[in-house]
C-alpha cells in the first residue's frame, strides 16, 4: 500500500501512469454488510467520511477496493490543507479491487483489477466514489502537465505484476 518515491519514472508500454493524489490512502471494506473505511495506517475513517462510506455501501460483500480519501479546491485540484481542516466535500479515487466478492484478487494483473475496479465495482457506486483514471499520454508530456497544474505527482504502475 505505500508508494516508493523516485526522481525518475519508469517508461514504457509496461506502465500505467495516474496522478498522485493529494490526501488520504484508504482501504474501503465491505464484509457483513457494514463498510469500513481504513487509513494505511489502520486508523478508522468511518466516522470522519460519512458520505464516501454511504456510498461505498454498494460494494459487493466481501470487497476491498484501494484509493485515496481527497478534498477538492474550487478549481477541482486535490488539497490536502482542506481535507486536515475538516473539509466535508470529499471524494474517494479508487484504483485497485483487491478482494471482490469474497475471491483475492491479487494474484491476478494489475490491467484485469482495474478491468474488475471500473466494470464490476464502480459502476454499482455513486459520487463521490470516483475512478482514479490511468493517464494516456507519453511520460514526458505527463511531467509537464503534472508540473503546470501544481499537481503532486505521478504514480507508476506495473501493467503485469501482481
Not at 487509513?39 to 455501501?57: E, I, M
Not at 485515496?68 to 485540484?77: F, H, I, P, Q, W
Not at 501544481?150 to 504502475?157: C, I, N, R
Request: aromatic letters at 6%; glycine letters at 10%.
Amino acid at each position: 500500500m505505500l508508494l516508493l518515491r523516485t526522481d525518475k519514472l519508469p517508461d514504457g508500454d509496461g506502465w500505467l501512469y495516474e496522478v498522485k493524489f493529494d490526501g488520504y490512502r484508504a482501504l474501503a471494506i465491505k464484509t457483513g454488510g457494514a463498510v469500513r473505511l481504513r487509513s494505511r495506517n489502520d486508523k478508522d475513517f468511518t466516522k470522519r467520511y460519512p458520505g464516501v462510506v454511504a456510498a461505498l455501501a454498494g460494494l459487493p460483500d466481501e470487497t476491498v477496493i484501494d484509493g485515496e480519501v481527497v478534498a477538492l479546491d474550487a478549481g477541482g485540484k486535490p488539497t490536502f490543507s482542506l481535507l486536515q481542516n475538516g473539509a466535508t466535500d470529499v471524494h474517494f479515487y479508487a484504483f485497485d479491487v483487491l478482494m471482490l466478492g469474497g475471491h483475492d484478487v491479487t494474484g491476478e494483473p494489475l490491467v484485469k483489477r482495474r478491468d474488475l475496479l471500473e466494470n464490476h465495482v464502480l459502476p454499482k457506486l455513486p459520487e463521490p466514489v470516483r475512478c482514479s483514471p490511468v493517464l494516456e499520454a507519453s511520460l514526458s508530456d505527463l511531467v509537464q502537465s503534472i508540473r503546470a497544474q501544481g499537481l503532486e505527482g505521478l504514480v507508476a504502475d506495473r501493467k503485469s505484476v501482481v
